[in-house]
């Protein structure tokens, strides 16, 4: 079993930032690749981020690419994600995700296909 708890959200102007992290429990966090979804008022849960069990292989959705870099730090089961050059459409509720996946290349992160999940943090971006 693995436990998710995310924190870092709140409220922010257009353009600044924000770092969410991640705290896993379990002994086994570093067999996990490790992901962030978001999911806006009346839209779908969509992808924003992930991290191999090793941290050299990330991947990004288009939306975020350039603004947003998700990194972790097994000693500390934690994975984090900060958000740089924040815009009002990135206003969601973020969630943290965990997949099992032993390849040192991050694999596709679907929300149907993760194995735990955090029970989100709200971040809101102001115009």
């Known amino acids: 079993q693995v436990q998710l708890v995310e924190s870092g959200g709140g409220l922010v102007q257009a353009g600044g930032s924000l770092r969410l992290s991640c705290a896993a429990s379990?002994?086994?966090?570093?067999?996990?690749?490790m992901g962030w979804f978001r999911q806006a008022p009346g839209k779908e849960r969509e992808f924003v981020a992930a991290i191999s069990w090793s941290g050299g292989s990330t991947r990004y959705a288009d939306s975020v690419k350039g603004r947003f870099t998700i990194s972790r730090d097994n000693a500390k089961n934690t994975v984090y994600l900060q958000m740089n050059s924040l815009k009002p459409e990135d206003t969601a509720v973020y969630y943290c995700?965990?997949?099992?996946?032993?390849?040192?290349?991050?694999?596709?992160?679907?929300?149907?296909?993760?194995?735990?999940w955090g029970k989100g943090t709200l971040v809101t971006v102001s115009s």
């Open positions: 379990g002994r086994t966090f570093s067999t996990y690749a």
């Open positions: 995700a965990a997949d099992r996946q032993l390849s040192t290349v991050v694999g596709p992160f679907t929300v149907g296909g993760m194995d735990y």
